[in-house]
């Protein structure tokens, strides 16, 4: 396992995962009228927050790929899940609400299918 790969992928997870959080945030403050609608999108390309968020969905996707290149599948897509991890992170950071015990239950599940797979 390179260490390179090990970086491009965990940066990867973290970028997506943190792009995922700001895009729903920027989503979520957008007025419920404009639900399906082209305005939408209209009304989000003028908030930075949502702009941020594509920036590293973008960045991840593009580290991600850069991390497919230089090493195997298996190690690389079981890393890239960890995004989940990064995105409750940032989600509970924001909203300043506790995890509580099924959410590190899911946080521990996540992380411990992770390590097992790569490891086998």
Not at 56 to 76: D, F, K, R, T
Not at 80 to 89: E, I, Q, R, S
């Amino acid at each position: 396992m390179s260490v390179l790969v090990l970086v491009l992928a965990v940066s990867a997870a973290c970028c997506l995962g943190f792009g995922f959080v700001l895009q729903q945030n920027a989503a979520q403050r957008a007025p419920l009228n404009d639900f399906l609608s082209f305005r939408l999108l209209v009304d989000l390309v003028k908030v930075p927050r949502w702009l941020a968020g594509i920036a590293l969905m973008v960045a991840g996707m593009a580290l991600g790929a850069a991390a497919l290149g230089q090493g195997e599948l298996s190690l690389v897509e079981p890393l890239l899940a960890t995004n989940l991890l990064f995105a409750l992170a940032l989600s509970r950071r924001q909203t300043r609400q506790p995890l509580g015990r099924q959410g590190w239950a899911g946080l521990l599940l996540l992380a411990g299918g992770v390590t097992a797979f790569i490891v086998a």
